[in-house]
């Protein structure tokens, strides 16, 4: 989809004036998008977003949980 691709950019280019709409689509209800947006928190470091991150781990699908062990593994703030 274009919301993915769009993330894929964000990701790559580090675009990190984008991370506080990033943040808003882990509530979005396609699977994908969710898991995409945790990959882009986790390539760029996002440590501000780690505790929202363990906030949605319970609820979430086996992939997302995955890309949010992922991510939380780049982050490596010592916090959690």
Known sequence: SV????????????????LAEIVKLLKHPQEEIRKMSVWVIGKMEAEFVEEELLKI???ETQKVKLEILS??????????
């Not at 919301?3 to 984008?18: N, P």
């Not at 991510?71 to 959690?80: Q, V």
């Open 57 to 59: 781990y319970p609820k």
């Open 71 to 80: 991510a939380l593994g780049k982050i490596s703030s010592g916090n959690y």
């Open 3 to 18: 919301v993915i691709f769009c993330l894929k950019l964000i990701g790559y280019y580090q675009q990190l004036d984008a």
